[in-house]
C-alpha cells in the first residue's frame, strides 16, 4: 500500500471504539486516570514495549480527565490490549478575560472570551464549563460558548471543560478573546500538567509579562519556580496557591530586567493550570498583548512553529530563545519552509551557557510557512543525538511595531517507521501506512480537531514535516510535504471548524490566526503540494496567535495483564 492508496480517516466517525487487530504493529493511546492523583504526585506515562510484560515508565505528567498519559505498543507481541471506551474527559483552559487582583483592564482585552469545543462523533449533547455551571450545547460534535465580560474583573484564572459518555471521546477544546486591534489572542484547553515549560518574554524595560497560576483543585497547592535568563540563575522559589484561587505574578519578580527567559514550573502539591501573557508596561489601548503557550521540556531536537510572518514594512528577524537547564549545548539551527530546509550563516553551531539563556535572530521569510528545527549537535554510537538537551521558544514579529508572537517547540523524536504522540502529548504526527496511526500522530480511533477561524480574523493551517514525507488531508482535502517543507492551507470554514489526518511523518501542526488583512490587499500563501486547484491561505496582516494541535482519543487500551489499570498510576 502507497501513500496514493491511503484514504483519510472519516472524520463523523462514531465514539465507540473501532474494530482494532490484534496485530497492529504500533499504536499510541493516551490513558485516563482512574481517579484523582493524590496531593504532591501525579500519574506516569507507561509504554508497552511489545514484549512479554515489558514495561517502561517515561515522563511524569499530571491528569485531568482523560490526562495526557498515553500507552504506546512499539511491536507485534503476546500482549494483547483491549479497548476501552472514554466515559469522561475533563480539559483546563486559561481564561483570557481574567483581570488580575488590583488591576483595572483584563490580561486580554476583550468583549468577551469565545469556547469552541469539539467530540470525537456527530452526539448532540451538553459539555459543562466551570466556573458558573455554564453549558455548551453540542450539534453534531461541535458547539460554542460566549463569556460576557464581567464588570471589576472576578474572573477565575482558569476555565474547566467537562463532558461525559458520548461527548467524552475526542473532547478538545480552544478558547479566543478578540485583543484590541492586533488580532484575537487564542489558546488550547489540555490537560493539568506536573511540569510546564516556557520560554521567550523578556522583562527590559517597556515589556511586563504576567505569569497565572490558576489551581483547579478544592485544596491548596503549591509550585517551585525555576528561571533561566541571560544572567546567573537563582534557586527556585516556592508558590502558594489557595483551594480554588488564582495567583498572578509579574514575570519581573523572578529575573528582572532579563532579555528573554526560560520558566520551569514544577507542582508539587494539587493541581495547577499556569500561563503566561507577554504584555506591554504602558497602559491605555493597543497594548497588543499576547498568550504565551507551554512549551516542550527539555529535548535535543526541537521543532517550532510553524509560523507566518506578515508581509508589510521590514520586520525585525524572528527571535530565537534558548535555555540549557542542564549542562551547555550547542545546538544547529535549520530553518524549513516550503522549499524545503536550510542553515542560515552563524547558526551552524550557537553556543547555549549551562543554565543560561541566549537569543539568536532567526531570518524568517515573510509572506510564507515557515518553521525552525533545532537540533544538539553532538552524537553518540551509531549516529544517535547525544547532545544536551534545551527548550526553546520562537518570537516572531507579529507586523505590530515592537511586538512579538510566541511559537512553542514540539519535541521531534526520529523512528524506526512509526511514532504517535510523544511522552508530553505535544506532537501531531507520524505514521506508517500499517500503523499506528491515521489521526495525524495519534491512533486511528484519535481526533485532531481544528478550530475555526474567529470572525473578523485570519488563519490558516500550517503542517510541518521535518523528517520524513507526509501525506495529509484537512477534511478531506490532500496535501503532501516533502521532508524539510512547510505547507500553509486555509482554516476549514465549517461552523465548528474541521479536522486532520495523516500518515508519514513526524508531521507538526499549528493553526495560526491575527488580524484580517484590509480589503483588496491580502497576501495568500502558495498553494501546498498536492493540494489541487484550491488557493493558498489568506494570510493575516498582523499575527496574533500560534496554537498547537494534536490528537484526542477516543478508546484506551487496557492490557489484559494488567487487571487493575490503576497500576499504572501507583
Known sequence: MTPADARPPDPA?????PAVSPTRSRRSRRLPAPGPAPAGRTPATIRVRGRRGAALVLLPLAVVGIGAAFLADEGPGPVPLHDRPIVAATLACPDLGMTPPGAGDPLEPAGGVRLDVRTGGLADGRVTVAPGDREVRTARGAGRLTLPPVEGGGRDGALQVAARDRLAPGLSATVTAPGDGAGP???????ASSRTWFVGPSTVAGRDPVVVFANLSDQPSQAAVRVFADGPAGPARQVSVPAGGTLTRRLAAFAPEATVTALDVEVTAGRLLVWVSDRSSAAGPFAASRFVPATAPPASRLLLGGVVVPVGPPAPAATLALAAPGRAA???????TQAGSRVPVGLEAVRVPAGGAIAVPAPLPAGAASAVLVESTATGA???????PVVAGLGVASGWPGVWTWAVATRIQSSSGGQGLDAYGRGTGLSRLDGPTSGAGTAPDAVVAVPPTPPGAAGAVV???????VTAWLDGAEVRLRPGSVAALPVPTGPGGGSLSAVGGPLVATVVSGAAPMPGAGVRAAPAAGAGPAAGAMLPRILSAVVPLSGAARVLDVPAVVADPAVAYR
Do not use: E, F, M
Open 185 to 191: 489572542a487564542r489558546a488550547r484547553c489540555v490537560p
Open 382 to 388: 551509531g549516529g544517535a543525538a547525544t547532545g544536551a
Open 330 to 336: 550547542t545546538v544547529r539551527v535549520s530553518v524549513l
Open 13 to 17: 466517525a462514531v465514539s465507540g471504539p
Open 463 to 469: 503542517l510541518t514535516a521535518p523528517l520524513g514525507p
